[in-house]
């Protein structure tokens, strides 16, 4: 049947939630004013946690997994959007209680979709997706409390991973010197290539932290949560602020609340899933004016659907470079 399509569908199974490869009918597809043609979609971290099982993402199964989608209007019946419109979905619960990118076809709430913007091809939409968005969202979070190029070096954590990338590369462009901390200093060229300065050794910041360390950043934007994040706030120069959206290390946050009280260190909570829409547009024209089309190439690879089934542990092993596009063409 012409409306037959591949999709990954998280499941029930007696290890737990698990994705794989089947064939779904558009009749298949939840309620949803929009019906979308899917193109592409990517594999973030949290995608890389729904497939496997390792944490409780999808909130109810049978679900198509991917947090992320791109693609074309097939039907619409909201006035908003007609066939044809190329539009994109971060978040808003996609894999978690809505079916998500990770099939042909999706059927989505109109107040979810962001139109393609122009600047970008839609794998570029999934090259940047939930990660370089969320990046995005830290970026502008550490401008809203006047961190200027001038006031000091930047660090990201988790350089090498997806947030990691877009970030360096997003402060790179914009004049501020960035500091990347990873655990694969064999990407050190990587690193540097998207605009890093320095490449610290990342266990400099996984183990116990002191409630304050020298003052070595004005900054950080951190991916990876638990001793790293501790570690980095203690680090952090008078006035300064960090962006935490994530948890690659863990969710724990063993630390002090001396930077807070004695160096007036900001702690900026960073959410992409939920953010309003008007603050995803921002994000996303900023995207535009500001990615360097060479470096968002050079940290991207492109798969198959069937592939995010072998990338999704690895993900977790923090063995993913950069960003994946999932072409849901290829075969
Ligand atoms: P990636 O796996 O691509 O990147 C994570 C990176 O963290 C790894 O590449 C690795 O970088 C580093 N890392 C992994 N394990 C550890 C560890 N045990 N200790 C220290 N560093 C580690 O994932 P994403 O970039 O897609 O996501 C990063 C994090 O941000 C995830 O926790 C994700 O859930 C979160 N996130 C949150 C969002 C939000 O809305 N708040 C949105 C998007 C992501 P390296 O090898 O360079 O050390």
Known sequence: MADKFDAILITKTDDGPRGALTRLDQSDLPEGDVLVAVSHSTVNYKDG???????????KLPMVGGIDLVGKVAASANDAFKPGDDVLVNGYGLSEQHWGGYAGYARLKPEWLVRKPQAFTPAQCMAIGTAGYTAMLCVLALESRGITPDRGTVLVTGAAGGVGSVAISLLAAKGYRVAASTGRLAETDYLTGLGAAEVIDRAEFSGPAKPLGKERFAA???????????????QISYGGAVAACGLAQGMDMPGFVAPFILRGVDLLGIDSVMAPMPKRLAAWARLASDIDPARLNSMTKTISLADVLEVAPEILAGQVRGRLVVDLARG
């Open 49 to 59: 946690l729904a497939i496997t099982g390792r944490a409780p993402i999808a909130r």
């Open 220 to 234: 950080a934007i951190d991916s990876v949560g638990s001793t790293t994040l501790v570690n980095v706030i203690s």
